[in-house]
């Protein structure tokens, strides 16, 4: 059996990855060689030269040809980056994207050099990504992190272990569609990157997302508002005066979300855009 290179595996994936279409195949080849053997970035390019073992062909060949299927690369490699920090990822939770980046910016603006010592409230969290960047930029800050799924809450609770929030950061299992647990405070923050697919819009998703992404973190109800109209309902109740409520919306989604805090007794209601110009975040203030 002929030794390879780390360099020789990379090229074989980046090729199968390429004659597969897949647009990033120079970068998801390297993600993929990195992952089957357990190296970080910085340490893949420095062993490059260096022989593999048969185990790590193996794991690479497995991992190529679940991507090659359509499987979500964050799935094949159960890692993922979001706001520079590394995040365990596993079919239990939605893979962060770049838009949810606009509600992290929104939110550390709105309290940097205003409320440092922030509570902050993260409903559907997920993986914990919201609230693992926000932690990051904000250090005095303290946040509660709520998903209704067990499974879940398992994986942010690993996020926020392997970079450092523990002492920080309190997970809990909750219904964000249902009234709060009694004794959590008050916050000056609540944001949420909840479900808000349209169910009847579910089988037209893209098939990376249909076939693999847990289709209860997806889902909004009948017309992709449930959760919004539920939380503005439910845990208004907990933000303080002054206090700010900050969701990511779908495309189109904005003005009814801005309408549903206004008419809740929220003085200000207004959308920021992502990098595409669409209205990604709605941010209300109490």
């Not at 090729?15 to 990195?34: C, D, F, P, Y």
């Not at 037209?204 to 997806?218: I, K, M, Q, T």
Request: net charge negative.
């Amino acid at each position: 059996m002929t030794m390879k290179t780390y360099n020789d595996l990379y090229i074989e994936v980046r090729t199968l990855l390429r004659n597969a279409g897949i647009e990033n195949h120079t970068q998801e080849a390297r993600l993929i060689v990195s992952a089957a053997a357990g190296k970080n970035s910085q340490e893949f390019l420095r062993d490059l030269r260096l022989y593999t073992s048969p185990q790590v062909e193996e794991r690479v060949a497995a991992f190529s040809e679940r991507r090659i299927q359509g499987e979500p690369l964050a799935y094949v490699t159960g890692e993922w980056e979001f706001y520079g920090l590394p995040l365990y990822i596993t079919k239990d939770v939605l893979i962060p994207r770049i838009d949810t980046e606009v509600l992290v910016d929104a939110a550390k603006e709105l309290l940097t050099g205003n409320i440092m010592d922030a509570r902050i409230l993260d409903l559907c969290c997920g993986s914990g990504c919201i609230t693992i960047a926000l932690a990051h930029e904000l250090p005095a800050s303290r946040f509660i992190a709520v998903d209704l799924s067990y499974a879940a809450l398992e994986i942010c609770r690993k996020n926020i272990a392997a970079n450092r929030l523990s002492g920080r950061v309190i997970c809990m299992q909750a219904d964000a569609t249902m009234s709060p647990p009694a004794s959590l405070g008050s916050f000056d923050m609540i944001v949420s990157n909840p479900p808000y697919i349209a169910s009847a819009e579910n089988s037209s998703l893209d098939a990376s997302v249909r076939d693999y992404e847990p289709v209860w973190a997806l889902d909004g109800g009948e017309d992709g508002l449930r959760f919004y109209r539920s939380i503005i309902k439910y845990w208004k109740t907990l933000l303080k005066k002054d206090g700010y409520l900050l969701f990511e919306v779908g495309e189109g989604q904005a003005d009814s979300v801005k309408d549903m805090l206004l008419s809740a007794g929220f003085h200000t209601a207004a959308a920021r855009k992502d990098t595409l110009g669409t209205d990604r975040v709605v941010i209300g203030r109490l």
